[in-house]
């Protein structure tokens, strides 16, 4: 009987740390509420990969962060709070005293306003943990009107919200239609 039970457990503790959180799928959403793409975010050895798939951006470079809470309440996405940052770092990829867990490279939509780019969120996770992006409710995604300058603080000089993605569990059951995808009943 102790046996069964301890397999039980077991296997009850192996399902709570299985990889059912990754990927996570997140509708991106611009300043009028359209969707314009999505993010996808995988869980990796060194951190989630960040998918991020958009149409609609002003071309050049943006910054885009990882942001606290998973709110994205436009025009000004305000609601996703400060860049998130649960090591209470300083802000920027180029900093030597570290950079928040929520800074990521900034991206180049093209002339077309387009971007279709893979990043590396070092050190972040999918899984149970201070620096897991699913942790309380969540955290979001937020794509800025400029770019990142890597240092300036609190958040690198990036400019307005222009789009906002809610990093959820249930993020993936939003069933609006994702402009980037193409539609296979096309002809």
Known sequence: ???CM???CLMFLM???SDER???ESPLYNQEDDRIGSAVFTEQSDGVEVAVKAEGLAAGIHGIHVHERPECKGPDFKSAGNHFNPKNADHGLMNEKGAHTGDLP???AGSDGTVDVKLMLAG???KDGQTSLLRQEGT???IHSGADDGMSQPAGDSGDRVACAEITIDADKDETT????SDENEE
Request: hydrophobic share 40%.
């Open 15 to 17: 399902g709570c740390n």
């Open 106 to 108: 900034n991206i180049e």
């Open 6 to 8: 301890g397999i039980i």
């Open 1 to 3: 009987m102790k046996i």
């Open 22 to 24: 990754s990927p996570v």
């Open 124 to 126: 972040a996770t999918l």
């Open 178 to 181: 994702d402009p980037t995808e």
């Open 140 to 142: 979001s995604l937020v």
